[in-house]
C-alpha cells in the first residue's frame, strides 16, 4: 500500500539517488580509512556499557549529513548518531556511519558505511526502500541497489546460485549489547546450530545482507537490529532475489530480520518461530 504522500520516483531519478548513495558510502569510507587514528578511543556507549560511539561514528555522520543537506535539501535524514532532521520531499537518508562499530574500535576487518533512501516515514514497518549503498571499509568492497533496477557488488550485477538445503546452508547472525537480549539469542543458537553448515558472526549488518545477497553467506537472521543497520542491506538483498522478512509472516523491521531463498529460508523461519526467537520477553 503506497503511503499518500509517497512520491513516485522515476526510473532516472532511481539510478541518480543510488548513485548518490554510493558515492556518500565510498567517500565515507575513504575518509575512515584516511583518518583512522592509532589507537580509537571509546567516546560514549549508548544502549549498555558494550554499544560504543567514536569520534569516527560521529564524524562520519556529520560528514553526511552535511553531504545530503547540500545535495539533496528537501529530504529528510535519519542516523545512528543522533540526526533525525525532517524533509519535506517525503524521502529520507537513513545512514549508518560505522556499521560494525566494535569492529572497528578493535580493529576486526568487517564494518560498512551504510546509506539508505527511503519513501514515507523512516520506519521500517511502512518504508519503501528506494535506493542503497553499502561499503566495506576493510576490503574496499562496495554493494549497490534501487528499486526494480537489481543489486550489484564493486559495479557488477549480482547473480545468485541455486539455494543450499540447511543443513548445508552457511547462516550469519548477530546479537544484541543486553545481557538478557544475548541470553535468548544463545538458546535460540543451541536450537539452530544442529541443523546447518556452520555460523557466521561478521559484526556488521549491512555486511550480513550484503554477503547474503551475493551468496557468500547463504542465509542471515538477527533480533534487535536498528532501522539504519537493515535499511541499505534489506534493499540490496531483495534486489538481488532474495527474500528479506521479519517471522510470522512480518515485514523486516527492528523485531527480526531474515534474508534467504528457497526450501533453506523456510526451515529457518520454522526454526525460528519454534524457537520464539522473537520472543518480546528479552
Ligand atoms: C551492529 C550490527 C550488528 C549487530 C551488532 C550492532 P552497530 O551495528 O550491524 O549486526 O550484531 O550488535 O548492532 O551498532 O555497529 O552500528
Redesign the pocket.
Known sequence: MRHPEVPVMRHHDLSAARDLAEDLAVSAGALIRERRPKQVEVLETKSSKV?PVTEMDQFIENYLVTRIRAERPLDGILG?EGDDIPGTSGLTWVI?P??????YLYGVAS?AVSVALVAGPPDPLSWQPLAAAVHAVDFGRTWTAATGQGATADGAPIRQNPPAPLSRSLVAT????AARRREGQARVLLELLPHIRDIR?L????I?LCLQAEGAVDLYY?R???P??FAAGALIASEAGSTVCGLRGARPTTTMVVAGRGEALTELLRILEAADADDPAW
Open positions: 554499544d545512528e549508518d560505522i556499521d560494525g562499530t566494535v569492529n564494518c548477530g546479537f544484541g549489547y558472526r559484526g556488521s549488518a549491512a550480513d538477527e534487535g537490529l536498528s539504519w543497520d
